[in-house]
């Protein structure tokens, strides 16, 4: 765990905001994988565009937000077909708390 990457990555307000829709991406987010023809296990994940959408900033801007995140450990993705879905590493996120509650 790399600590100033995850502080780095946290210190844009709209990276910040990403995690924090993707918490709960059921209420921040319309209904994912419709596109994909048949039924698959997204695990929470959002499409790109939807978080681009929300984020209201350009594709280009929310591609570089996410690789920022996903670089810090922050983010994970998996691909369908055309599609990639981010989540949130909840076992990283869990470790970063866990540092700053005991060496802060």
């Not at 600590?3 to 209904?31: C, D, G, M």
């Not at 810090?72 to 700053?100: Q, V």
Request: hydrophobic residues 35%; glycine residues 6%; charged residues 25%.
């Amino acid at each position: 765990m790399d600590v100033i990457e995850i502080s780095r990555a946290l210190s844009n307000e709209t990276r910040l905001n990403i995690l924090k829709w993707l918490k709960n991406p059921e209420q921040n987010f319309p209904p994912q994988g419709g596109s994909l023809g048949k039924p698959v296990d997204l695990k929470g994940g959002v499409c790109v565009s939807s978080i681009q959408e929300k984020a209201g900033v350009s594709p280009s801007t929310v591609s570089n937000y996410l690789s920022v995140l996903q670089n810090a450990g922050l983010l994970l993705s998996e691909r369908y077909e055309k599609w990639t879905y981010y989540r949130r590493n909840e076992e990283l996120i869990s470790k970063y708390a866990d540092y700053i509650k005991k060496e802060l």
